[in-house]
């Protein structure tokens, strides 16, 4: 799977208490979901941790159509991981299915 061209994504990870990691994920360039996608609904947003064999779903990006841009901001226990975002049909996705238009490693410096 390729990246969409023009989306330019900036993630950002800081240690939080309990050896929990907050996730910063901006995006900018981006069509909207149903544009990327024929019938998606949603930019899914999966993390795939050092050693895991599938991603896991984290939420979704919260789209502003007039800006074309999609952020999400959350809760991981993980500290070197891949992280992507695909156009999905729904907001409730089991696994990535649809294109990808964001791949970035993220890894918090010791």
Same mark, same amino acid.
């Given at each position: 799977?390729?990246?969409?061209?023009? =989306?330019?994504? @900036?993630? @950002? /990870?800081?240690?939080?208490?309990?050896? $929990?990691?907050?996730?910063?994920?901006?995006?900018? +360039?981006?069509?909207?979901?149903?544009?990327?996608?024929?019938?998606?609904?949603?930019?899914?947003?999966? /993390?795939?941790?050092?050693?895991?064999?599938?991603?896991? +779903? /984290?939420?979704?990006?919260?789209?502003?159509?007039?800006?074309? @841009?999609?952020?999400?901001? @959350?809760?991981?226990? +993980?500290? =070197?991981?891949?992280?992507?975002?695909?156009?999905?049909?729904?907001?409730?996705?089991?696994?990535?299915?649809?294109?990808?238009?964001? $791949?970035?490693?993220?890894?918090?410096?010791?």
């Amino acid at each position: 799977m390729g990246t969409a061209v023009g =989306a330019d994504a @900036t993630v @950002t /990870i800081a240690e939080k208490e309990n050896e $929990n990691f907050e996730l910063d994920l901006k995006v900018e +360039h981006l069509l909207p979901p149903d544009r990327a996608a024929p019938g998606a609904q949603s930019y899914a947003v999966w /993390i795939q941790p050092d050693g895991q064999e599938s991603p896991f +779903h /984290i939420g979704n990006l919260t789209y502003n159509d007039d800006r074309r @841009t999609g952020e999400l901001t @959350t809760i991981t226990p +993980h500290r =070197a991981f891949d992280v992507f975002v695909t156009a999905e049909p729904t907001a409730t996705p089991t696994e990535p299915k649809g294109p990808e238009v964001v $791949n970035k490693r993220v890894q918090e410096e010791p």
